[in-house]
């Protein structure tokens, strides 16, 4: 639940309930943090597309996007998201309690691959502190190998997060984990 008013699954109707279907189909499950986008079911739809995008990305691995999520989230002191990304890297990626908390602490002690924290570095930098991003930056993460669309849909993410956080905070949604 949350303070903004929400379709929960069982009396979700219409293209809610189409989505919603797809979701729980997708993962067991309606996350409320998905769950806060009912309110406008176009938001809800867009939402869940996007999610499938990044989950199935060519490039950016599923332990980077998560990282991006939780590191982000850190910064929008939103611990739903720290916890919910913290969990997927432990369930889903096989990182261990100690590599979550290390890449918590330090993104340079997380057991990506240096090319990955290059590109993680100018995520959190962009969404810490936009202004702060320069030429130099986007040249590292092509040096590193990136493309200017993995950087820009990496970039993406984290705003994207930081939206996300502002929501789950605002609307006071409740952790179902």
């Not at 739809?45 to 989230?73: C, D, N």
Request: glycine letters at 8%; aromatic letters at 8%; hydrophobic letters at 45%.
């Amino acid at each position: 639940m949350s303070i903004l008013q929400t379709v929960t699954p069982e009396a979700a109707t219409g293209e809610v309930a189409e989505i919603y279907a797809q979701i729980k189909s997708a993962w067991g499950h309606v996350p409320t943090a998905i769950q806060a986008y009912s309110a406008n079911p176009f938001l809800l739809k867009h939402q869940w597309e996007y999610y499938g995008s990044i989950m199935q990305h060519p490039t950016l691995s599923f332990p980077l996007t998560a990282s991006i999520r939780m590191l982000v989230s850190q910064a929008g002191n939103c611990s739903y998201c720290i916890d919910m990304n913290g969990g997927m890297l432990i369930n889903m990626a096989g990182w261990t309690s100690d590599q979550v908390a290390a890449t918590c602490a330090d993104f340079n002690d997380s057991p990506l691959s240096l090319k990955e924290k290059t590109l993680l570095g100018l995520v959190l930098k962009a969404t810490r502190d936009s202004t702060r991003v320069d030429a130099a930056d986007l040249q590292a993460a092509r040096d590193a190998g990136w493309s200017d669309g993995d950087i820009l849909d990496a970039v993406n993410h984290g705003a994207r997060m930081v939206a996300g956080d502002i929501i789950i905070n605002g609307f006071k949604v409740e952790r179902d984990f």
